[in-house]
């Protein structure tokens, strides 16, 4: 089984940063695909980026919405994903969760695990 357990979300100024994390635990090759999400209240929810554990290979939103400003990447444990956001504006918020499980890193739409989510509030 799975287990993804977010954290660092919180209220943050447009312009300023921070860092989520995701702690993930389980069968190794049900987590050779990372990721996270997020859910702007209203919409659905949406990749952001994503990572090959193997590979390291990243991929991002196709849409410009975080482009250059958010980073994806392991921690050294290699057992803890992390996303840096930088430059934050209100439109990014929203709950983001760490997800896993799809057999192409890119295809958000076969993420199976998911964490239960860290909120983000980012004022103007």
């Known amino acids: 089984q799975v287990q993804l357990v977010e954290s660092g979300g919180g209220s943050v100024q447009a312009g300023g940063s921070l860092r989520l994390s995701c702690a993930a635990s389980?069968?190794?090759?049900?987590?050779?695909?990372v990721a996270w999400f997020r859910q702007i209240l209203g919409k659905e929810r949406e990749g952001v980026a994503a990572?090959?554990?193997?590979?390291?290979?990243?991929?991002?939103d196709n849409s410009d919405s975080v482009k250059g400003r958010f980073t994806i990447s392991l921690a050294a444990d290699k057992n803890t994903l992390l996303l840096q956001m930088n430059s934050l504006k209100p439109e990014d918020t929203a709950m983001y969760y760490c997800?896993?499980?799809?057999?192409?890193?890119?295809?958000?739409?076969?993420?199976?695990?998911w964490g239960q989510g860290t909120q983000v509030i980012v004022s103007s």
């Open positions: 389980g069968p190794t090759y049900r987590r050779y695909c």
């Open positions: 990572m090959s554990t193997l590979s390291g290979y990243t991929y991002y």
């Open positions: 997800a896993s499980g799809a057999g192409v890193c890119g295809r958000w739409s076969e993420y199976k695990y």
